[in-house]
Nanobody, 115 residues
């Protein structure tokens, strides 16, 4: 079992930055992908960004150029730097770690964008 603990959510003004963090409860052996999804009320959970142990990053179309995903060297912790936040960005942001034989999710952290 792997627990994921997210932090960093909160209230931010439109156009402002926010940084999310997600830490795994233990070191995972082998390759995997860590990433972020988000879910707004009444909507499906959408992909935001991911980073692999090999360093490959991917982004959802709606956040490209505004959000940056990164991780520590061992990819035990992943960060999501969110810049230029828009009214469309508020959601519960979920951290996940996945590979073919596993998928774990955090409980989520709420991001609110409001002036």
């Amino acid at each position: 079992q792997v627990q994921l603990v997210e932090s960093g959510g909160g209230l931010v003004q439109p156009g402002g930055p926010l940084r999310l963090s997600c830490a795994t409860s233990r070191t995972i052996v082998g390759g995997y992908v860590m990433g972020w999804y988000r879910q707004a009320p009444g909507k499906q959970r959408d992909f935001v960004a991911s980073v692999s142990t090999g360093g490959t990053t991917k982004y959802g179309d709606s956040v490209k150029g505004r959000f940056t995903i990164s991780g520590d060297n061992a990819l035990n912790t992943v960060y999501l730097q969110m810049d230029s936040l828009k009214p469309a960005d508020p959601a519960v942001y979920y951290c996940t770690v996945q590979r073919a034989d596993m998928a774990y999710w955090g409980k989520g952290t709420l991001v609110t964008v409001s002036s």
